[in-house]
């Protein structure tokens, strides 16, 4: 059997849930289906989450939310018009609409998204709906609990021949809806899969598989046929946002690979996302590329800082103390740097600052923002020599200054550090020189 999750953009209109019906439809294996809430029609559209967020806002601004909220009803009301469905959820958007603006939590604002979507998708396509309120846990600490939400999703499951499941949220100990971050609907798809040990998920989406590179930075990039969880990994994290990074652990301990899919392309393989690559020889030397801005570098320097034993733990100490997580560490004999958000930063960039010249007496620590990473990654840079040479030569050709690297232990990737403006100048520059 085969867990399918379909993408905002692949439910966001009747004509749209058509298409998702004749893929589920053509074949019985796919059981379960995993539903996100309306997304994009068109380029300036809005996502019904975002409109949902922006209720949740206004509320908290004392503002009327009835005619903005009227919105919504409608996206909805097309939806069921268009496609003829006998169905009626008035009471739940007026249920809906009363809890928003009784301060229900922004988590159950936006879930409602995916909620209302998956009411509509489980009658047309006449299966039964499983609100992931009743098989999604989260602990009280707001991280996600894997073991109990594996535990009742299979005893859910068994119920079940065919069902439609919310994605993008569960509950907490106390019963209040909570969120996974932006793009979580992946996460529960792969929950699911788990869960059922699915031989196989797909995971529909608007393009035709996980891409060489970011479709809106670099022009039609090649689609790649293979890739693994790993390499798949690094580039989600640094921001291939075609799959949700953290889509991967469930059905990676599975071993369940997960099919990229387009729904607007039904018959395109795709993508197929696998453990190990030994029998696919890749066709480039390198699988993809994606970068990511919003970076700071904290620069430490001592004089023989080298022979100071425990520096680079009292510097992470201090990070530690102040709840920011590094992203890369590269150093020299009297010098340390460490990468991180900037976003995590900010609010605490004096207290890091003090903290660092009282525990380690350096000779200067200084911070730079506007840094972009971006990340080469291929599981065929092992055998290839030179590649990191040919990154330097295309990023220096095209006149780009390198402000860090860091070469990755496994070779699976090259991590570089750019300005933030010359992020997407040097993602094209990587990609024509190792796809022509
Ligand atoms: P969905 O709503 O189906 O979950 P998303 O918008 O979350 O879809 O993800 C698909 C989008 O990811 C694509 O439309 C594309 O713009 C973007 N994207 C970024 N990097 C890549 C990549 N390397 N390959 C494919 N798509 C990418
Ligand atoms: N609808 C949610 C979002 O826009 C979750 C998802 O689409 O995966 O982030
Ligand atoms: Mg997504």
């Known amino acids: ?240 946002s075609v799959l949700h990074e953290d889509a991967i652990f469930p059905v990676r301990y599975a071993g369940i690979p997960i099919n990229i899919r387009n729904t607007n392309e039904p018959d395109a393989p795709g993508t197929m996302i696998v453990a190990s690559t030994n029998e696919y020889d890749s066709e480039h030397v390198i699988t993809g590329i994606a970068g990511r801005k919003g970076f700071s570098v904290i620069n430490v320097e001592k004089d023989m800082m080298n022979s100071e034993i425990g520096f680079g733990r009292k510097i992470l100490d201090v990070l530690e103390d102040n709840d920011i997580s590094f992203e890369h560490l590269p150093s020299g004999v009297d010098t340390m740097s460490v990468v991180v958000a900037t976003q995590y930063l900010d609010a605490r960039r004096e207290r890091v600052l003090t903290s660092i010249n009282k525990r380690v007496r350096p000779d200067s620590v200084v911070i730079e923002d506007g840094l972009a990473l971006l990340a080469v990654v291929g599981r065929g840079m092992v055998k290839a020599k030179g590649t990191a040479a040919r990154v330097f030569v295309a990023l220096s050709d095209a006149g780009i200054n390198i402000r860090m690297i860091d070469q990755g232990s496994s070779e699976l990737n090259i991590i570089v550090g750019v300005e933030e403006h010359d992020l997407e100048k040097a993602l094209n520059a990587i990609y024509l020189e190792f796809v022509k």
């Open 1 to 240: 059997m085969k867990v399918v999750k379909f993408g905002g953009s692949s439910l966001a209109d009747s004509e749209q849930f058509r298409k998702v019906a004749s893929i589920v439809k053509a074949d019985p294996d796919r059981r379960f289906v995993v539903a996100s809430a309306p997304g994009k029609r068109f380029s300036s559209d809005v996502k019904v989450t975002d409109m949902l967020y922006r209720c949740y806002e206004m509320v908290r601004n004392h503002e009327d939310i009835t005619e903005y909220y009227q919105q919504i009803c409608e996206r909805y009301n097309s939806i069921i018009r268009d496609l003829g469905l006998n169905f009626d959820i008035t009471g739940e958007l007026e249920y809906i609409r009363n809890a928003i603006q009784h301060h229900s939590g922004r988590d159950f604002a936006a879930s409602r998204g995916e909620y209302l979507n998956s009411l509509i998708l489980a009658k047309f396509l006449g299966f039964d709906f499983i609100d992931a309120e009743s098989v999604v846990f989260f602990h009280e600490n707001g991280l996600y609990d894997d073991e109990k939400t594996d535990e009742e999703m299979r005893k859910e499951l068994k119920k079940h021949e065919y069902a439609v499941i919310p994605g993008f949220y569960g509950v907490m100990p106390n019963g209040t809806i909570k969120t996974f971050s932006r793009g979580g609907s992946d996460i529960t798809g792969s929950i699911v899969a788990r869960a059922a040990d699915a031989e196989l998920y797909e995971n529909w989406t608007d393009v035709s598989g996980c891409l060489m590179a970011d479709p809106r930075i670099v022009k039609d990039p090649l689609p790649i046929k293979t890739i693994t969880y790993r390499e798949l990994r690094e580039l989600s994290y640094m921001g291939a």
